[in-house]
């Protein structure tokens, strides 16, 4: 079964900085696709990026970025020029060409002003 | 353009009774995913629902059910109750299988506490 991995469970950041969350998962599966979600307290869940696994290039969000290394299933998101709206739950995410889809155990950050 | 609606939002129940969870899915969607998030979690996949039927199911009891409508929302059913199921459920849409970007919205939540 697959399973993905957030090694940091709480993150900060200087407002107007530049902060990077980590993520690795596991599978066997040659193609998927992975996600960020972002969580504020209101908690609805909102999709920050999205990268296709047969896609080399890094997926790119205005101020949100992803490090997709798939030899080494790792799948990193950096945010440039964080803003105080920033601050929530971000989990990453694998979801299969079945569809089932599996979180991480999810980053809280803070963005201080 | 309506998103994923969820009802009810809040919701108390009693260790060993049943309840009904209610999805709508946004517009143009056919295919409902449910999730359970415990308080501190990240959301752990309980199963898909497409064309009416269970099409992918996470490792959760058969006290966990669900059922897909002809006009594509869904309700996940659990039935007797424990404190452990205390958590937010969430439900999210997405266009079928065909659907190469693979999508999904979410909604809301129904904070379901066992007592």
């Known amino acids: 079964a697959q399973t993905v991995t957030q090694s940091q469970p709480e993150m900060s950041v200087q407002e107007a900085e530049t902060v990077t969350l980590s993520c690795t998962y596991d599978t066997s599966e040659s193609d998927y696709y992975l996600f960020w979600y972002k969580q504020p307290p209101s908690r609805q869940m909102i999709l920050v990026i999205r990268?296709?696994?047969?896609?080399?290039q890094n997926a790119t969000e205005n101020r949100f970025s992803v490090n997709f290394q798939k030899a080494a299933k790792s799948f990193s998101l950096k945010i440039s020029d964080s803003q105080l709206g920033d601050a929530a739950m971000y989990f990453c995410a694998y979801r299969s060409l079945r569809g089932d889809m599996r979180f991480g155990a999810g980053t809280r950050l803070t963005v201080k002003p | 353009d309506a998103g994923v609606t969820q009802s009810p939002t809040h919701l108390i129940k009693t260790r060993g009774q049943q309840v009904t969870l209610r999805c709508s899915p946004k517009?143009?969607?056919?295919?409902v995913s449910w999730y359970q998030q415990a308080l501190g979690q990240g959301p752990q996949f309980i199963f898909q629902y497409y064309e009416e039927e269970e099409r992918q199911r996470g490792n959760f009891p058969d006290r966990f059910s669900g059922h897909q409508f002809p006009n594509y929302s869904s309700e996940l059913n659990v039935n007797a109750l424990l404190l452990g199921d205390s958590a937010l459920y969430l439900c999210?849409?997405?266009?079928?299988?065909?659907?190469?970007?693979?999508?999904?919205?979410f909604g809301p939540g129904t904070r379901l506490t066992v007592t």
């Open positions: 999210a849409s997405s266009r079928g299988p065909g659907d190469s970007s693979y999508e999904q919205y």
């Open positions: 990268q296709e696994a047969y896609k080399q």
């Open positions: 517009s143009g969607h056919d295919t």
